[in-house]
C-alpha cells in the first residue's frame, strides 16, 4: 500500500491526460444508468464485521459484486467534503482543493479569523476540477446528473460544478428536500427533477414523515442463525444519545423529529424513497435511452450516528442494517424498471471512524480523549512562554482534524513574531509535551513531493491546499482522539486505517463476483466510470479498474 500512495502522489504531480483518454478508449458497451454510492463515515472494518447482519442490498452487493478489500484514501484529511471530492473527481485534495469541510481564513478587514464552508453558498465554486458528472454532460448534453443526500457538501460536491446537474439535499428545519441557485431548475435534468421533488416534499416528506413512518424507530429482527450479539454495555456514559435508545421515540426526543431524523435510519428510508420517486419519474427517464445518466446518492445516517453513538454501537449497527434493507428496494426496483445489464453500482465512503476511545474494544481507553480546547489553549500558554509573548497572547486559532491554524489576524499586527517563530515553538512543544498523544508534526511547507518510503508525509502531500490547509499539521497517534466535542462522541480526520481503509464495491451488468485484493484507493472510482460510460477524465490520479468479466452486448 505504501508504494502505492507514492506513486499516486507522483502521478498527480506529472499528470494523467492522456492516460485517461486511452483507458477510456477501451471501455465495453455502457451502461445506460451508472449509481454512485457513497456511505458516510462506514470503514472496511465495520462493513465486514456487520456483514453476518445484512440479509439485503448489502448483502448481495457484496455477495455478487467485485469487492476491493485494501482500498484506502491516500490522503489524512478524512473528512466528508474531502472523500466526495475524491470519489467523483478521481483526485486527492491538493488537485481538486477541498482541503476540509470548512477551514480558516483572515476576515474581510483582517480584523479577525473566519471560517470557510466546502460547500459555500450551497454551491461547488470552490471545487477546481471536474467530476465525472461534469465531464458526462460535457460530452453530451443528454446525459443527466441527479444527485441526492441528507448533507448538501455530499450532494453537491458527488455532482459537480456543471449547473445542468439536478442536486437536492435534506433540510432539517422542515424535512423537506432543497436545491440552491448553484443548479439550473430549467435544464432538462433540472425541470424533471424539480417536479419530482416538489411532489415528494408535498406528499412525502415534510410533515408527512411521522405519519408515514412513525415516531418509533425499533431494533430490526434478529437474522437467522442469530449473529453474536453487541452491546452498548460500558459506553453509555461517553455517548450523545441525541435520538434516544431503542426503541427510539423521536417524539419525545430533546430536538424535533425533523432535526433529529438524521440519526436514524429513517434518513436513509426518506432518501431512498425520493430516489425511487426520481427513478420511476417518466419525465426525468433515467437510464431509459442511450445516453448514460448518473444517479448518486450519498447516505448520512451512518456518519451521525457513528459520531454520536459509536461506529460500533448497537445504534450504528442498526443503521447499517437499515441502510441494507433501503439498497435492496433500490436494486430490486432498478433491476425490475432497467434490467440489471442496463445498469452498474459503485459503492464505497467518503471515510471511516475511529472508536470510542473508552470502548473496551477499541483498546485506546478514556486517556486518548483530548479535548481540542484544552490541546489549543496550552499550546498558546506554553508559545506564549517560549517566545516571551503577552500572557494572553492567542497565536493558535484551531486544532481540527490533522490541521492547525494560526491567528493570522493577530501575526499581522505590529510587534507579533513571524508566524515560522510560532510554528517552530509548537512543533517543539508537540513533540514533548504533547508527545504521549501526537505521533507528529508536518510543516505544510515540508518539500514535496514526498519521496522514499514515508508513507505519512506522502498522505500529507495528498492533503494540503495551500491556504486551505492551515499552518501546521499534527497527527493524534493511533487511536487518541482530538475531541471537538464535549467528552462524548468521536470523530476522524487521520491517516490511520480506521479512517482510511473504506469499502469498495462494483456492481451489476458484466461484473462478476470476485474478491479485488490488490491495492486500490476510492480516487479509482472516477476514472473507472469513466471507462465505462466512454468519455475521459483528464484530472484523474487514480486508476480505471477492470472488473467487467466480457463487454455487454450491444443495446439497440
Known amino acids: 500500500m505504501r508504494r502505492r500512495i507514492l506513486v499516486l502522489c507522483l502521478a498527480v504531480l506529472a499528470g494523467l491526460g492522456s492516460t485517461g483518454a486511452k483507458r477510456a478508449a477501451a471501455a465495453p458497451a455502457r451502461p445506460r444508468l451508472v449509481v454512485l454510492v457513497a456511505v458516510d463515515g462506514l470503514s472496511w472494518s465495520r462493513l465486514e ?33 474531502p472523500g466526495h471530492a475524491s470519489i467523483a473527481t478521481g483526485t486527492p485534495p491538493r488537485v481538486h482543493g477541498i482541503a476540509l469541510n470548512q477551514w480558516y481564513v483572515p476576515t474581510a478587514d483582517g480584523g479577525g479569523m473566519t471560517s470557510e464552508y466546502c460547500a459555500a453558498d450551497a454551491s461547488p465554486r470552490l471545487l477546481r476540477v471536474p467530476t465525472v458528472g461534469d465531464a ?37 428545519k422542515d424535512g423537506t428536500f432543497a436545491t440552491s441557485g448553484a443548479y439550473d431548475a430549467g435544464s432538462p435534468a433540472g425541470r424533471a427533477t424539480a417536479a419530482v421533488v416538489a411532489r415528494f416534499n408535498a406528499g412525502k416528506a415534510g410533515p408527512h414523515i411521522a405519519e408515514r413512518y412513525g415516531t418509533v424507530v425499533r431494533r430490526l429482527p434478529v437474522p437467522s442463525p442469530p449473529p453474536a ?36 435510519t429513517l434518513a436513509d428510508r426518506l432518501l431512498v424513497d425520493l430516489g425511487l420517486d ?4 417518466d419525465a426525468l427517464a433515467l437510464g431509459r435511452d442511450e445516453v448514460p445518466d448518473l444517479l448518486a446518492i450519498s447516505f448520512s445516517a451512518n456518519d451521525y450516528a457513528s459520531h454520536y453513538y459509536g461506529p460500533e454501537s448497537v445504534e450504528a449497527l442498526e443503521v447499517v442494517r437499515g441502510l441494507d434493507v433501503e439498497l435492496g428496494r433500490l436494486l430490486d426496483d432498478l433491476t425490475r424498471r432497467l434490467g440489471k445489464d442496463a445498469f452498474d453500482v459503485v459503492l464505497s465512503a467518503d471515510h471511516g471512524m475511529l472508536p470510542l476511545p473508552e470502548d473496551p474494544r477499541s483498546g485506546s481507553g478514556a486517556a486518548a480523549r483530548i479535548k481540542d480546547t484544552k490541546i489549543v489553549a496550552a499550546l498558546n500558554a506554553a508559545v506564549d512562554a517560549r517566545l516571551g509573548l503577552d500572557p494572553k497572547a492567542a497565536p493558535v ?96 480526520g487521520t491517516p490511520w486505517d480506521y479512517d482510511t481503509h473504506v469499502p469498495l464495491i462494483f456492481w451489476g451488468g458484466g461484473i462478476a463476483p470476485s474478491t479485488l485484493a490488490q491495492p486500490s484507493t476510492p480516487y479509482d472510482i472516477a476514472p ?5 460510460i466512454g468519455i475521459a477524465l483528464p484530472d484523474a490520479a487514480g486508476t480505471r479498474i477492470d472488473v467487467r468479466v466480457s463487454p455487454l452486448p450491444r443495446r439497440k
Not at 444527485?147 to 453537491?156: E, G, L, P, V
Not at 450479539?229 to 425533523?258: C, H
Not at 426520481?278 to 419519474?281: F, R
Open 49 to 81: 464485521a456487520w456483514r453476518p447482519w445484512l440479509t439485503a442490498g448489502l448483502k448481495r452487493l457484496l455477495d455478487e459484486g467485485a469487492v476491493a478489500t485494501a482500498c484506502r484514501y491516500p490522503h489524512l484529511d478524512t473528512e466528508t467534503g
Open 136 to 172: 458526462l454532460v460535457g460530452s453530451d448534453p443528454r446525459a443527466k446528473v441527479v444527485s441526492i443526500s441528507i448533507k448538501d457538501r455530499a450532494a453537491i460536491l458527488l455532482a459537480g460544478r456543471d449547473p445542468r446537474h439536478a442536486v437536492y439535499w435534506y433540510t432539517s
Open 229 to 264: 450479539a453487541v452491546s452498548d454495555d460500558g459506553i453509555e456514559p461517553y455517548q450523545d444519545p441525541i435520538a434516544g435508545r431503542f426503541p427510539m421515540d423521536l417524539a419525545q426526543a430533546r430536538k424535533p423529529l425533523t432535526t433529529v431524523l438524521p440519526w436514524t
Open 278 to 281: 426520481l427513478v420511476a419519474d
Open 397 to 492: 486559532y484551531r486544532l481540527e482534524g490533522s490541521f492547525l491554524w494560526l491567528d493570522r489576524a493577530w501575526l499581522a499586527k505590529p510587534g507579533a513574531p513571524a508566524a515560522a517563530r510560532v510554528i517552530a515553538a509548537l512543533r517543539d512543544e508537540l513533540a514533548t509535551t504533547w508527545k504521549a498523544a501526537i505521533e507528529r508534526t508536518i510543516a505544510v511547507d515540508a518539500p514535496f513531493p514526498p519521496v522514499g518510503d514515508d508513507e505519512t508525509l506522502a498522505r500529507a502531500w495528498n492533503a494540503i491546499v495551500p491556504g486551505r490547509s492551515g499552518d501546521l499539521l499534527v497527527i493524534a497517534r493511533p487511536g487518541v482522539l482530538i475531541d471537538p466535542y464535549d467528552g462524548t462522541g468521536t470523530s476522524h
Open 528 to 532: 473507472t466510470i469513466a471507462s465505462w
